[in-house]
T-cell receptor
């Protein structure tokens, strides 16, 4: 069974630009959540989508947005990039039920110059 | 608000036992999870405790005390490959939107 796939793996942007990251969850998983990982802050929850609906949202500014498609694939977008947005963006999928097991992708490493 | 506290670094000898503690403060509670992340890799799920007590999975065990807002991860028979970062995480409004601690970097030495 294929794991969680994230694209692109690496990207470099400049301040003010926008970026879109993609995530394909494990087949059959309907929940996709996004996390930002930075060395000092650990993993911080961005948002979770379940069946195309945003179910939960973390404490990030409105520049961070996401969506989920009918095939459960998800995208997140960051507009007006700032230097502090440089991070590893991780996508995780799960079946959506209780149990706490998230399956993470390898992440998209964003560098903002 | 939410907070999680875990040690930032732990060093242990190969073959030994190590315990990584995690204390949490959260308004809601949907369980305590543990994840392992090797450098450059994705976090991988280790265990989940929703109820008080000990959960054992091979060399790894995890414990939860909800009354004390405390849990720990116990790694036995340490191997070099266990050198990684370990994160505790709590779900406050669900099991799929987790609040993670800043991680404990475990170094296993020969």
């Amino acid at each position: 069974k294929a794991g969680v796939t994230q694209t692109p793996r690496y990207l470099i942007k400049t301040r003010g630009q926008q970026v879109t990251l993609s995530c394909s969850p494990i087949s059959g998983h309907r929940s996709v959540s996004w996390y930002q990982q930075t060395p000092g802050q650990g993993l911080q929850f961005l948002f979770e989508y379940f069946s195309e609906t945003q179910r939960n949202k973390g404490n990030f500014p409105g520049r961070f947005s996401g969506r989920q498609f009918s095939n459960s694939r998800s995208e997140m977008n960051v507009s007006t990039l700032e230097l502090g947005d440089s991070a590893l963006y991780l996508c995780a999928s799960s079946s959506g039920g209780p149990g706490g097991e998230l399956f993470f992708g390898e992440g998209s490493r964003l560098t903002v110059l | 608000g939410q907070s999680l506290e875990q040690p930032s670094e732990v060093t242990a000898v190969e073959g030994a036992i190590v315990q990584i503690n995690c204390t949490y403060q959260t308004s809601g509670f949907y369980g305590l999870s543990w994840y392992q992340q090797h450098d450059g890799g994705a976090p991988t799920f280790l265990s989940y405790n929703a109820l008080d007590g000990l959960e054992e999975t091979g060399r790894f065990s995890s414990f939860l005390s909800r009354s004390d807002s405390y849990g720990y991860l116990l790694l036995q028979e340490l191997q070099m490959k266990d050198s990684a970062s370990y994160f505790c995480a709590v779900g406050s409004t669900g099991a799929n939107n987790l609040f993670f601690g800043t991680g404990t970097r475990l170094t296993v030495i020969p």
